[in-house]
């Protein structure tokens, strides 16, 4: 398997490790590579393999750009257009080079399906691109059909001491759609209210409260009432002009459901910004920013987003 020279088009190999020493063995070197090649190199990876990596490179890691991934990429959804593309969009006349880890063993079965549609949608953002994406992949902590979908979204695979090409990679957008999965429905104790243009200030006055008595700091009550907002805006624009909206607390998060009879049938729908000339498209990437999981399952005539935020 070739490496990114500058010359190659986008290269996205997922990285299968087994232990601490394979990691460093696979992300190290590759990133040296970039570094000696004078490509703009970053590592957004969990804290821990961060730390490993950052004590791994020396001195070298003040060359590297560096993120931890469960802050930047703690909603999947958010990762393509405020990870990645920022960083490649900021080198636009250079080659770049990616270690990217978004899928890791404290990932919940919630987040998962976002990772994987994340995963594949990689492929098709950055066809035509001078990139190059490593994934790595804990081979012995991660779930088997979480490592199974790693062959399906990333063209080739590697260990530290070999690669190949991957026999089972797909269509980027038709393995993302396979996780365009049907939500659980909200419990029965969640708060309810109609989505209407009349009922928008209801809305935002039932998510404050929910918000606070959730515990939620201000600045994320905030955050979440705005994303709820776009969202129920979103409905009564594009989505029937009505729909409905459940709230509830699960565990240590606060957990807001619409639901309308729209169809989102933009498969890169919040995962890429919108130019400045675009008519629309930046409430679902402002959402993805906004909150800690996305998730949508969209089919003609029905659409439900549901969105996470932790206390």
């Known amino acids: 398997m070739r490496e ?12 299968f490790y087994a232990n601490q020493y394979e990691y460093l063995a696979g992300t190290v070197p590759f990133i040296r590579a970039g570094l000696a090649a004078g490509e703009p190199v970053m590592v957004a990876v ?16 003040a060359d590297v750009q560096l993120h931890d991934m469960g802050v930047a990429g703690r909603n999947p959804g958010r990762i393509l257009p405020g990870v990645l593309l920022a960083f490649a969009d900021a080198h636009p006349d250079s080659p770049v080079r990616i270690v990217g880890e978004p899928v890791w063993a ?3 079965a919630d987040e998962y399906p976002a990772c994987a549609q994340h995963e594949a ?9 001078r990139a190059t994406i490593l994934c790595p992949y804990d081979s012995g902590r991660l779930d088997r059909d979480w490592l199974d979908d790693a062959y399906r979204t990333h063209p080739t695979v590697r260990t530290a001491t070999a690669a190949w090409d991957s026999p089972y990679y797909a269509d980027p957008l038709v393995v993302a759609d396979g996780f365009n999965l049907p939500l659980p429905p909200p419990p029965e104790h969640a708060e ?6 009349h009922t928008l200030w209801a809305l935002r006055r039932l998510v404050t409260a929910q918000a606070l008595a959730a515990g939620l700091e201000p600045d994320r009550v905030s955050d ?6 776009e969202l129920a805006a979103n409905t009564v ?3 029937g002009a009505t729909g409905t909206l459940a709230v509830w607390t699960e565990g240590s998060q606060l957990i807001c459901q619409l639901s309308d009879t729209g169809h989102i049938t933009e498969p890169l729908a919040g995962r890429i910004p919108a130019t400045p000339d675009q008519d629309g498209g930046r409430g679902l990437v402002l959402v993805n920013e906004l909150c800690d999981l996305v ?3 969209t089919r003609p005539g029905a659409t439900s987003i549901r969105v996470h935020m932790h206390r």
């Open 4 to 15: 990114s020279t500058g010359l190659d088009a986008f290269v996205h190999p997922a990285l």
């Open 46 to 61: 969990p804290e821990e393999n961060l730390d490993h990596i950052r004590g791994a490179l020396g001195a070298d890691a």
């Open 106 to 108: 404290g990932r919940t």
């Open 121 to 129: 949608l990689i492929n098709a953002v950055f066809t035509g691109r």
């Open 192 to 197: 309810t209210v109609v989505i209407e243009f």
């Open 224 to 229: 979440l009432t705005l994303a709820v907002n």
């Open 237 to 239: 624009e594009h989505g």
């Open 295 to 297: 998730r949508v399952h």
